[in-house]
């Protein structure tokens, strides 16, 4: 069975850091590029990151660039997003997201983890 | 910036009806479009990509249709099931993405 389980979430302190996890099973992670995704309390979903199924290309969201590192270990079917200097703004859910490619080059997320928590306060 | 729009934000219905929800690209993003659904404490589900094509395991009374700015996502016979958020998804500027804001289906 395909699955992505996310970990690493937490209580983060304003201007610190978390490392989160995307464990992937049942699939070769290597073939896929990954995104991750958030949602703030009440809010919508918010696309974050993208890295490539190398991991030689990473793409961020303007709010989080600079700040967020995307990263994966294709050995051992994980893929990684660092989260420095951390602000209110960016507590939320995230979520891990498989992309698959359509015939004419676009890719769309196709499997999902459950998500883990993220909370920056003092 | 492509902006995705869902209305209505919730949709009151009853099971076997059939409803439809619908999401607005404020541009054109061709038929590169998702639609999901989410319930709590579980990960989304795609549903639909293409912006018509059904996802392996989703039952035909689910269908998507639309291209440019305009899609629609409709649910016959609705399940007890089906009672959850629905959001849309653009991935014509991959590799970022834009979502709606979401609908919530309630019994």
């Known amino acids: 069975e395909v699955q992505l389980l996310e970990s690493g979430g937490g209580l983060g302190q304003p201007g610190g850091s978390l490392r989160l996890s995307c464990a992937a099973s049942g699939f070769n992670l290597m073939t896929y590029a990954m995104s991750w995704v958030r949602q703030a309390p009440g809010k919508g979903l918010e696309w974050v990151s993208t890295i490539s199924g190398t991991g030689g290309s990473t793409f961020y969201t303007d709010s989080v660039k600079g700040r967020f590192t995307i990263s994966r270990d294709n050995y051992i079917n994980t893929v990684y997003l660092q989260t420095d200097r951390l602000g209110a703004e960016d507590t939320a859910m995230y979520y891990c997201?498989?992309?698959?490619?359509?015939?004419?080059?676009?890719?769309?997320?196709?499997?999902w983890g459950k998500g883990i928590t993220v909370t920056v306060s003092s | 910036e492509i902006v995705m729009t869902q209305s209505p934000a919730t949709l009151s219905v009853s099971p076997g009806e059939r409803v439809t929800l619908s999401c607005r690209a404020s541009q054109s993003v061709s038929s590169n479009l998702a639609w999901y659904q989410q319930k709590p404490g579980q990960a989304p589900r795609l549903l639909i990509y293409?912006?018509?094509t059904r996802a392996t395991g989703i039952p035909g009374r689910i269908s998507g249709s639309g291209s440019g700015t305009e899609f629609t996502l409709t649910i016959s016979n609705l399940q007890s099931e089906d009672f959850a958020v629905y959001f849309c998804?653009?991935?014509?500027?991959?590799?970022?993405?834009?979502f709606g804001q979401g609908t919530k289906l309630e019994i």
């Open positions: 998804q653009q991935y014509n500027t991959w590799p970022s993405f834009a």
């Open positions: 997201a498989r992309l698959v490619a359509t015939n004419n080059g676009y890719y769309y997320m196709d499997v």
């Open positions: 293409g912006a018509s």
